[in-house]
């Protein structure tokens, strides 16, 4: 869970990324950074917080150069330390080089233990430093030479940007798990863009011009651009995005994710309607399923929960008292919509529980008459290993416990979810589009075996 963006040949390069990175803020709220290239050398700027608090005007004046790349994140693999924050960045032997990383690579602690034995050092825990410890090592010619060898063997989900030489390099898996987006700026032809979702291509006004292919490096440098292909496998494009991750406003693989989340409402209304007065959603994340649900059921649509926007997504904090407080700080009910009333909540997956059944308890507190929980995705039922952080199976609520028992849990008087069948008809998967759907349905593209233990944590910087 992370956003990663890229400007080549443009001279406020550090600002345009920083305004990319502002509008991927969703992907990740721990840390951010940005790290330009002037002549080969590199100027990193890297802090943990929201994007808004890293970087002041000041700090641009320390990021000269046409080219950057930025990175939010979200720790997925590697603690919340600020030596985890990215852009990582590596003096090798031929070139500086930076690189943000959206994704998670499943061989990476394999990967680490073979290059550790064979005397590397790391000097973070990130898996994505594997990748440059990779490419230091290759005997290969030129820096997309070394590139190549070292995602040869790297396996996982990787949407990634580089910097070197003045260069901009953005490479993704040969499944394409995560999204990744070529623009150039309406202003500015030749200044092209690379980012994880469209929308932040809007505030700069950049215009896409296609998706980095599952499997391909594109090169971006005075000469133009180069694009090499690596090995592809069928497209895994994770299903997950257009449920909850990705913003609504932004085109993903050449799907509306506000598009896919209407139909998703839509279907789900035709699958699992029940007599009611009024359908409210969880704010943000049910807001256009419900809203496709409301037109599907021709129940009037309400905001019965007020969201305070000043706090993040409550279950993106680490720590499990922070989360079951994030609730109460994060939504308010209007009694006035609910009190008395048949209420259809609708929100747009069930993970733990613990956030519906708060929200439940608050709307039943606020006098309503019933209360239906509808789930706009399937149960999930899996960890996801692709760059989604998800608990372990046994806190997922629904790998145990039908809907039946999830309503009780929850206190709603029912519950139910999209089925499988109509999640694929909402993203066109009905018409061949093919996904990753490993967290709803326990099927993984590529086979995983989890590390015994975690590495262990020999070096905290405070
Ligand atoms: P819960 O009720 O505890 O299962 O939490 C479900 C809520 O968490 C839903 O509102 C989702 O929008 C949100 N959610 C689902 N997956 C994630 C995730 N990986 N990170 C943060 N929030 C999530």
Not at 7 to 22: D, K, M, Q
Not at 193 to 206: G, K, N, P, Q, R
Not at 267 to 272: C, G, N, Y
Not at 281 to 299: H, T
């Amino acid at each position: 869970m992370c956003g990663v963006f890229g400007v080549f040949n443009h001279p406020e390069a550090a600002n345009l990324t920083y305004l990319g990175l502002h509008a991927l803020q969703h992907r990740g709220q721990e840390s951010a950074g940005i790290v330009t290239s002037q002549g080969g050398t590199l100027h990193a700027v890297r802090k943990m917080g929201l994007v808004a608090e890293v970087f002041t005007s000041e700090v641009f004046a320390q990021l000269p150069g046409r080219v950057a790349i930025g990175h939010v994140r979200y720790t997925t693999a590697g603690g919340s330390l600020p030596k985890n924050i990215q852009p990582l960045t590596a003096e090798a032997r031929h070139s500086s080089i930076a690189v943000a990383h959206n994704g998670n690579l499943i061989n990476a602690e394999q990967l680490r233990d073979d290059l550790e034995e064979d005397g590397s050092i790391f000097s973070s825990q990130s898996d994505t430093e594997v990748i440059l410890q990779l490419m230091a090592r290759s005997r290969a010619g030129g820096f997309v030479e070394r590139l190549i060898d070292a995602l040869g063997r790297v396996r996982g989900a990787y949407s990634l940007v580089f910097t070197t030489d003045d260069r901009l390099i953005a490479a993704r898996d040969p499944h394409g798990f995560r999204p990744l987006v070529l623009g150039r700026l309406r202003s500015h032809p030749d200044c092209y863009v690379v980012a994880s979702e469209t929308c932040a291509f809007d505030l700069i006004e950049a215009e896409k011009i296609r998706d980095i292919a599952p499997g391909e490096i594109l090169i971006i440098d005075e000469a133009g651009l180069q694009s090499v292909q690596m090995r592809r496998e069928t497209r895994r494009f994770c299903v997950f995005e257009h449920v909850y991750f990705a913003r609504p406003d932004s085109v993903l693989d050449d799907l509306s994710v506000y598009d896919a989340r209407i139909a998703m409402g839509e279907q789900l209304a035709r699958e699992t309607a029940v007599p009611a007065d009024v359908v409210v959603p969880v704010p943000d994340s049910g807001v256009v399923a419900a809203l496709g649900f409301a037109k599907a059921s021709q129940i009037p649509f309400e905001m019965g929960l007020i969201r305070n926007h000043y706090v993040g997504r409550t279950f993106i904090e680490p720590k499990d008292s922070i989360r079951h407080f994030g609730v109460k700080l994060k939504l308010n009910p209007v009694p006035q919509v609910l009190k008395g009333r048949r209420v259809i909540v609708v929100d747009d997956s069930l993970v733990r529980g613990t956030t519906s059944r708060k929200i439940v308890k608050m709307i039943r507190a606020a006098g309503a008459a019933e209360v239906h929980l509808r789930i706009s995705s399937p149960p999930v039922i899996s960890p996801c290993y692709y760059g989604i952080d998800t608990p372990t199976r046994a806190e997922l609520l629904a790998s145990t416990h039908n809907p039946e028992e999830v309503a009780r849990y929850v206190t709603a008087d029912t519950v139910r979810y999209l089925s499988p069948e109509g999640l694929m008809q909402a993203v066109r998967g009905d018409s061949g589009v093919t996904y990753c759907t490993s967290c709803f349905t326990g099927e993984y593209p590529l086979r995983f075996t989890p590390p015994q233990g975690r590495r262990q944590l020999r070096l905290i910087e405070v």
